[in-house]
């Protein structure tokens, strides 16, 4: 199962809001980045950032398991 999955998107199709399915906390593009940042943070280990178009965004550390991306 998906440790965060994105909840809402921008008419382009960036991702913008997630939930972690673990506790439900629902989190803006912002705040998983700056989590995904932080080397303390569980999201830190199956999540990066990667900068597409100029735009920090969070993607998923491959693992070979289609459904754990983020999408």
Same mark, same amino acid.
């Given at each position: ?22 506790? !439900?906390? &629902?989190? /803006? ?6 989590? $995904? @940042? *932080?080397? %303390? ?11 597409? !178009?100029? &735009?920090? /965004? ?6 070979? $398991? @289609? *459904?754990? %991306?983020?999408?």
């Amino acid at each position: 199962m998906k440790m965060v999955k994105v909840i809402s998107e921008t008419d382009s199709g960036r991702n913008k809001v997630f939930q972690d399915t673990r506790n !439900n906390h &629902i989190m /803006t593009d912002k705040e998983f980045i700056s989590r $995904i @940042k *932080n080397e %303390n943070s569980v999201y830190h280990d199956n999540y990066y950032v990667r900068k597409i !178009n100029g &735009i920090e /965004t969070a993607v998923s550390k491959p693992n070979g $398991i @289609k *459904n754990d %991306n983020l999408g």
